[in-house]
């Protein structure tokens, strides 16, 4: 099945610097890969998301690339806030239609 | 937008007992649920995929007598954790796909937290 390894696991960023956060994946057929941003005991909120057929999507400081040929796919955050200090997992679709998910990134903005 | 309903929130029961968790679409039809389990700061981890009308679809490791998912309607999935002891307490989520408008992102349920005393 698919296997998706995200790094880092934490990653601490001054307030209005940018945060990046990277995942792998193994399985060639797997064409959707969202982001999420979870906060302690709540359920998962997606931020961002991109197609196989994208190789960047942009919403406003979010933003996330994708390289199909290296299978990796990336989540940039600029002008980071606290308020972006959170849990981030990025996930992929296989091709057997399951989502799988990264180990999680924990982000911390000290103001 | 498209809501998932889970319920219960907040489980605590004795060790053997049985418990269900339910997972509702509440304004479209699903296909297909999933459903994860997520161990303090660590990543969801899917279990298995619910069918509507066929039998779930279990991942490796994942004992389908414990963990038994009924997915009798388009818009409702249970998954009944069975004789349930203190390591089968964990944060279980839902998700389910839209039927209609197919390639969507997921929708999550708000989780259930099981506690097994």
């Known amino acids: 099945g698919e296997n998706v390894e995200q790094h880092p696991s934490t990653l601490s960023v001054q307030e209005g610097d940018s945060a990046v956060i990277k995942c792998t994946y193994s399985?060639?057929?797997?064409?959707?890969f969202p982001w999420y941003k979870q906060e302690l005991g709540k359920r998962p909120q997606l931020i961002i998301d991109?197609?196989?057929?994208?190789g960047e999507k942009k919403d406003q400081r979010i933003a996330v690339t994708l390289n199909k040929t290296a299978k990796h796919f990336s989540l940039h955050i600029t002008e980071t806030q606290p308020e972006d200090s959170a849990v981030y997992f990025c996930?992929?679709?296989?091709?057997?239609?399951?989502?799988?998910f990264g180990s999680g990134t924990k982000l911390n903005v000290k103001p | 937008g498209a809501v998932v309903s889970q319920h219960p929130s907040w489980v605590i029961c004795k060790s053997g007992t049985s418990v269900k968790i339910e997972c509702r679409s509440l304004d479209f039809q699903a296909t297909t649920m999933f459903w994860y389990r997520q161990f303090p700061k660590q990543s969801l981890m899917l279990m298995a995929t619910?069918?509507?009308?066929?039998?779930?679809?279990?991942e490796q490791g994942v004992e389908k007598d414990k963990f038994l998912i009924n997915h009798a309607s388009l818009t409702l999935s249970t998954l009944t954790v069975t004789s349930a002891h203190p390591e089968d307490s964990s944060f279980y989520i839902c998700?389910?796909?839209?039927?209609?408008?197919?390639?969507?992102?997921?929708?999550f349920g708000d989780g259930t937290r099981l506690s097994i005393l």
């Open positions: 991109i197609r196989s057929n994208v």
């Open positions: 996930a992929a679709r296989s091709g057997f239609n399951k989502f799988y």
């Open positions: 399985d060639s057929a797997s064409n959707y």
């Open positions: 619910s069918n509507e009308g066929s039998k779930a679809t279990y």
């Open positions: 998700s389910a796909e839209d039927s209609v408008y197919s390639n969507q992102p997921q929708h």
